[in-house]
């Protein structure tokens, strides 16, 4: 229902753009969410785009990602900047629809020289 994608192995300071397509029954991707998980800790929120409240971001990434969606496309994006190794991680999006949580099977990003 959810299929991220955009991972990879980047140098500290580059830069990467997540991308997160909703299909089947996920209508609407409003209040589309990004997270990541490190092995052994929590899920961490990173941001939400929606519509009536905007973009909120958590204070991991704060002022180095942006995120975007493309309601036509289903889609949704998050572009990270200086990234760094403590940005490693499985990063996954989320959709809440129609009374359900959705998750994207996660895709993992390396941030090492």
């Known amino acids: 229902q959810l299929q991220a994608s955009g991972g990879g192995l980047v140098q500290p300071g580059g830069s990467l753009r997540l991308s997160c397509v909703a299909s089947?029954?996920?209508?609407?991707?409003?209040?589309m969410g990004w997270y990541r998980q490190v092995p052994g800790k929590q899920r961490e929120w990173v941001a939400t785009?929606?519509?009536?409240?905007?973009?909120l971001y958590g204070n991991s990434m704060k002022g180095r990602c942006v995120i975007s969606r493309d309601d036509a496309k289903k889609t949704g994006y998050l572009e990270m900047n200086s990234l760094t190794p403590g940005d490693t991680a499985v990063y996954y999006c989320?959709?809440?629809?129609?009374?359900?949580?959705?998750w994207g099977q996660g895709t993992q990003v390396t941030v090492s020289s």
């Open positions: 989320r959709v809440v629809y129609d009374g359900y949580i959705y």
């Open positions: 089947g029954r996920i209508d609407s991707i409003d209040g």
């Open positions: 785009t929606h519509s009536g409240a905007g973009a």
